[in-house]
Nanobody
Framework: QVRLVESGGGSVQAGDSLRLSCAAS??????????MGWFRQAPGKEREFVAA????????YFADSVKGRFTISRDNAKNTVYLQMNSLKPEDTAVYYC??????????????WGQGTQVTVSS
C-alpha cells in the first residue's frame, strides 16, 4: 500500500510563495523510482494537471498556467516531493493533490493519490 501525505497549504496574498510537500510511504515505494506529480482542483472544476517529475528526475513537465512560476523537486532521502509555488495568483486557488506512479496530464494516468491540501490566494 502506498500512502501520500501532502502538507504546506495555506492562505496567502497574490504574489506570495508557498512550498507544498508530499511525503510518500509504502513497503516497496520509493519516490526515486516512481514518477511524481501534482494536480489541483478548484471548486466546481475538474482536477487539472500542474506538474510532474520523472522517476529519474531528468524530465519535468508543467502546465502552461504555472510554467515559470512553479518548480517540482524531490528529496530521495526523505521520500518527499516538493512543489515550490512563486508569484501566486488568485486563480491558483484550489485543493492541490500529490500523485504517484504514472505520467501524463490526465488524472486517470496516475495510480496513487494523496488527500489534498488547500491553497487559497487572495488579491
Amino acid at each position: 500500500q502506498v500512502r501520500l501525505v501532502e502538507s504546506g497549504g495555506g492562505s496567502v496574498q497574490a504574489g506570495d510563495s508557498l512550498r507544498l510537500s508530499c511525503a510518500a510511504s509504502g513497503r516497496t515505494f520509493s519516490s526515486s523510482s516512481a514518477a511524481m506529480g501534482w494536480f489541483r482542483q478548484a471548486p466546481g472544476k475538474e482536477r487539472e494537471f500542474v506538474a510532474a517529475r520523472s522517476w529519474s528526475g531528468g524530465s519535468t513537465y508543467f502546465a502552461d498556467s504555472v510554467k515559470g512560476r512553479f518548480t517540482i523537486s524531490r528529496d530521495n532521502a526523505k521520500n518527499t516531493v516538493y512543489l515550490q509555488m512563486n508569484s501566486l495568483k488568485p486563480e491558483d486557488t484550489a485543493v492541490y493533490y500529490c500523485a504517484a506512479r504514472g505520467w501524463g496530464t490526465s488524472p486517470w494516468g496516475w495510480d496513487y493519490w494523496g488527500q489534498g491540501t488547500q491553497v487559497t490566494v487572495s488579491s
